[in-house]
Nanobody, 127 residues
């Protein structure tokens, strides 16, 4: 079992930045893929960014070039640096982890590929 706790959400003006953090407990994340998803009111949860256990990254089209995912295995944390934020980035952001045993080259990016989820943190971008 992996427990995930997100932090770092808040209110920011368009063009600003925020850094989300996800702290994992229950097991080391060094051998598992991690990801960030988001869900806006009335919309489905969508993939934002993912990172394989070896450090390969993959991004959703709407955040490419603006968001950066990183991991610190020593601290058992994953971060999402969000720059040039837009009002359409407003959503609850969720951290997710898979069970491991994937190729070092593969970054899961579908909801069903992740097994553990955090409670989410609200990000609001004002125009």
């Amino acid at each position: 079992q992996v427990q995930l706790v997100e932090s770092g959400g808040g209110l920011v003006q368009a063009g600003g930045s925020l850094r989300l953090s996800c702290a994992a407990s229950g097991r080391t994340i060094s051998s598992i893929a991690m990801g960030w998803f988001r869900q806006a009111p009335g919309k489905e949860r969508e993939f934002v960014a993912g990172i394989s256990w070896s450090g390969i990254t993959y991004y959703g089209d709407s955040v490419k070039g603006r968001f950066t995912i990183s991991r610190d295995n020593a601290k058992n944390t994953v971060a999402l640096q969000m720059n040039s934020l837009k009002p359409e980035d407003t959503a609850v952001y969720y951290c997710a982890a898979d069970r491991g045993h994937r190729s070092r080259w593969y970054v899961p990016h579908a909801l069903y590929e992740y097994d553990y989820w955090g409670q989410g943190t609200q990000v609001t971008v004002s125009s």
